[in-house]
């Protein structure tokens, strides 16, 4: 496909950003954790710990010699309970390492790593138990670890945080800013990154001031804020990379292929940090927002906290939650219990009433256009939906449906309230079965 224009389109999905000014604050160790071990794309780990054991803060209770991995480390000091199986947000039956948290957090000793070559840096990543910290939960030392190493040029930190309600990267950007600039300087250390682009959304006037003071006080070459516009799917990987360097990157295509590599800006403090401390990702910070929540704010919670639990450190419901997501409102999750745990790529946390959380009753199409309008990638969700109604997967195949990233636009401004992206998205399960039909 073709990107045409300059700018890809955008929307404005509103920004809602109740909680950006407000500092970040710590949940007390809840009683209990349960923390899952599918916590990346691809591979589970094997619980390394059985009913009984004690365990420190900070050590290694899950990992595997599968590829596409990353090891797991507990959040809190205490005893395991046991090893359990429970439906997850995803769906499937996971596998979750029960602890009952003995409040005193003793942890493991860390040392920072030693890092002396990409080889020894992709090792610490790997150690460090880092996903993809905006959602994606992809593991980041596959990720800089590419094939073609020696073609990467260019470094993106995304600070686009597009998404209405969430404000868990912009106070990383506040808080944790020093890390951000030592794990984008290590990252293009590394990866021999000749450009660093910070990219932040304009109505994050405060981020790109504090990055642009601390890059000039530090001399820091090579590394620069990008503002973007404040319009969503800014931050979407895609997107981003086309209005950061303009290069074209279609579904199916790696980054790397084009020299580039993202890295949401919370994986970059934590990053930063690590490299310091060699403390690995065992808590998280999120926010916590919506009509249903009494007190919304960013919390750093532990992984395998339940949802209940800080929901609970928000002052609980105000109101009867009729949904909640874990993500933002284009593109998160509806869970199905509160008693769901908080995994290492969480951002949001978000309780609606069913004041908020009404879906208008679908009406025919009008034929307006606004949902080809809205498309970054300017397809055509109409086309999909009837080809996906009809079941005719060739159609979908010669619409590239796969090019569509289901970030929800086109839904959000259709008149007559057509469920376009969730459409969109059974369109490409359904390419993708007919796919691995034809391997068989
Ligand atoms: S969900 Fe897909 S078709 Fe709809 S606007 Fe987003 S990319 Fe385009
Ligand atoms: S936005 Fe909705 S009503 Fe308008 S053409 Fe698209 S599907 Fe039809």
Redesign the pocket.
């Known amino acids: 496909m073709i990107f045409r224009k300059k700018h890809l389109t955008s929307i404005d999905a509103g920004h809602y950003k109740n909680t950006a000014d407000q500092q970040t604050e710590v949940m007390p160790v809840p009683a209990v954790v349960k923390i899952s071990m599918s916590e990346n794309i691809g591979a589970p780990c094997k619980p390394l710990v059985k009913k009984g054991d004690y365990v420190k803060k900070g050590q290694l209770i899950g990992d595997t010699d599968a590829f596409l991995s990353v090891p797991i480390h507990s959040s809190v000091s205490g005893t395991v309970l046991g090893i359990e199986t429970m439906r997850s947000a995803m769906g499937g039956n996971d596998t979750y390492v029960v602890i009952e948290s003995d409040g005193k957090q003793e942890e493991e000793e860390t040392t920072a790593p030693v890092i002396e070559d990409q080889p020894a840096f992709i090792k610490a990543m790997r150690a460090s138990g880092l996903v993809g910290l905006g959602g994606a939960s992809f593991p980041s030392w596959v990720k800089f670890n590419p094939k073609n190493l020696v073609d990467i040029d260019t470094l993106i930190v995304n600070g686009a945080e597009c998404e209405p309600f969430i404000t868990s990267d912009h106070r990383t950007m506040l808080e944790d800013a020093q890390d951000v600039l030592d794990g984008a300087q290590a990252m293009m250390k590394w990866l021999q990154a000749e450009n660093g682009y910070i990219a932040i959304e304009n109505n994050k006037q405060n981020a790109i001031d504090k990055f642009n003071k601390m890059i000039v006080e530090q001399g820091i070459k090579n590394l620069h804020v990008f503002p973007l516009q404040a319009r969503y799917p800014k931050g979407a990987e895609r997107v981003l990379i086309y209005e950061v360097t303009g290069k074209q990157c279609d579904a199916g295509v790696l980054p790397a292929a084009l020299g580039v590599i993202v890295s949401n800006i919370t994986s970059t403090a934590f990053m930063g940090k690590y490299l310091k401390t060699g403390k690995p990702l065992t808590w998280k910070r999120l926010t916590v927002d919506g009509d249903a929540v009494a007190n919304p704010k960013n919390v750093l919670v532990p992984i395998g906290a339940s949802v209940h639990d800080v929901i609970e450190f928000c002052g609980g419901y105000k109101k009867e939650p009729r949904k909640i997501l874990m993500g933002g409102p284009m593109m998160g999750r509806a869970i199905y219990s509160d008693e769901q745990t908080i995994l290492k790529a969480n951002n949001a946390i978000l309780a609606f009433s069913a004041e908020q959380a009404a879906i208008p009753e679908e009406t025919a ?8 309008e809205a498309c970054p990638f300017d397809l055509l ?2 086309k999909f939906a009837d080809a996906y109604q009809h079941k005719d997967v060739q159609a979908l195949r010669d619409l590239q449906v796969m090019q569509c990233m289901e970030c929800g636009s ?1 839904s959000y ?4 309230h ?1 469920p ?1 992206a969730f459409m969109n998205k059974l369109g490409k399960a359904m390419v993708k079965e007919a796919d691995k039909n034809a391997r068989k």
């Open positions: 199409c009008i034929n307006c256009g606004r949902c080809h969700p109409t086109c401004v259709c008149p007559a057509r376009l």
